[in-house]
């Protein structure tokens, strides 16, 4: 079994369309899931983008989907924290926005295993492995990669894999059905 997802964009609204494919020709398609975007701009596409994607996949398949960190970002803006009154007047130090964490050193290594054996079964080199995978991820550097995108990025690579084999097995396949 195999899945793809076709980009439907119209109105502000990014859309999603789920198929899912079966060795044995068949087929199950699903409207496209909407979602609307917030800014209009790369980032507000992207982020509309993931959120449907995994929506539209999650209810294709009927499971639910791991935490939700786009969410925010493809239906609402940013909340501004509430403001808080005081009676004292004396002056505040401003805050500094915290930094994303790092993806730890385990994080890092899965990631390299990952496209190690994506490198091996589709006879890339690993360079190009990395460079396309992070491209596809939205992943601007792995020195100092965030566990975000650390998180972007290991879906993108489970997913090239999975493409990867189910691509091997098909034409395994094949080649029995020839004997």
Excluded: C, W
């Excluded at 791991?66 to 007047?89: C, F, I, L, Y």
């Amino acid at each position: 079994m195999s899945y793809t997802q076709a980009l439907i964009t119209e109105d502000g609204r990014v859309g999603i369309s789920t198929i899912i494919l079966h060795k044995s020709g068949e087929f199950m398609a699903f409207d496209p899931a909407y979602v609307p975007v917030k800014k209009n701009d790369a980032q507000g596409y992207g982020s509309a983008e993931t959120y449907a994607r995994r929506y539209s996949l999650s209810a294709a398949f009927g499971i639910s989907s791991d935490v939700d960190d786009d969410g925010n970002a493809a239906s609402q803006e940013q909340s501004k924290p509430a403001r808080r009154t005081t009676r004292s007047t004396s002056a505040r130090k401003p805050t500094r926005p915290t930094a994303p964490k790092l993806a730890t050193k385990a994080q890092t290594d899965e990631l390299k295993k990952l496209m190690e054996e994506i490198s091996q079964h589709s006879n890339q080199d690993l360079k190009v492995v990395a460079k396309n995978s992070m491209a596809k991820a939205k992943v601007t550097s792995f020195k100092n990669i965030s566990m975000q995108d650390a998180g972007y990025l290991k879906k993108e690579l489970d997913t090239e894999l999975m493409e990867i084999q189910q691509a091997n097995e098909k034409d395994s396949d094949a080649a029995f059905a020839g004997l």
